[in-house]
């Protein structure tokens, strides 16, 4: 599992990071809002976030977070224990909050909670399976080489196992909320992946979105 850790305490970062990295987690760490800000394209599948830190807070960058992510879950690390503050960050959209000083092994009883029983594979064939962990999709044992968008639009459509990912759901997912994106463009990035997956597995649905053909296989 890749996780996001923002915490502007240099050794707090480090002794945070060295914990999970330890516990088998692919952290990528920051100290500052900004440095996250810039690169809130790359796929994590968990954010933990201290509050304040410098030029970007940590509410204002999960407000930022939640316009092109509602799902991930996002853990806030905070020494600030007033109320108001705790009710903000949950307005925000976070999806737990963890007072300092903390025991790390608490940040990881949060982590599993929010965590367990998430979905590892999607097995679209007898060659083709995308690890949803991961995020890589495997041709037998070779990787098939994604862009960015077609990583995107293959994980919205196997996390809508036997049902149709709405057109709706896709461009958010992929563009972002509140992209204004054309048909053509859509079309176009389904045309590129379709080529890189088993012929028919991508279903169109007109004028409703699209289906992939396969199942979830769960830990």
């Known amino acids: 599992m890749r996780i996001l850790l923002l ?5 707090q970062n480090r002794i945070l990071k060295e914990f999970l990295t330890q516990k088998q987690f692919v952290v990528d760490s920051y100290l500052d809002g900004k440095s996250v800000l810039e690169n809130l394209d790359r796929p994590w599948e968990l954010y933990i976030l201290d509050l304040n830190v410098p030029f970007v807070n940590g509410l204002e960058l999960l407000e930022e977070i939640r316009r092109i992510d509602r799902k991930t879950p996002a853990i806030i690390i905070s020494s600030e224990n007033d109320i108001d503050t ?6 925000r959209g976070c999806n737990d909050f963890l007072r300092k000083p903390f025991d790390p092994r ?3 009883a949060r982590i599993a909670s929010h965590t367990q029983n998430r979905p590892s594979c999607f097995l ?3 060659h083709y399976r995308f690890d949803l962990g991961a995020k890589l999709l495997f041709c037998e044992e070779d990787i ?16 809508h196992e036997g049902r149709v990912a709405s057109l709706e759901e896709i461009t958010n997912h992929v563009w972002g909320y509140y992209q204004e994106v054309d048909g053509t463009s859509l079309r176009g990035l389904v045309s590129r992946l379709r080529k890189k997956l088993p012929a028919g597995v991508i279903k169109n649905h007109t004028d409703v979105g699209y289906q992939l053909e396969g199942r979830v296989e769960r830990p």
């Open 7 to 11: 915490e502007d305490d240099p050794e």
């Open 106 to 108: 608490e940040l990881l």
């Open 124 to 126: 679209i064939d007898e």
């Open 144 to 159: 098939v080489p994604l862009t960015k968008k077609e990583l995107r639009l293959l994980e919205i459509l196997a996390l």
């Open 86 to 91: 705790v009710l903000k960050s949950f307005e």
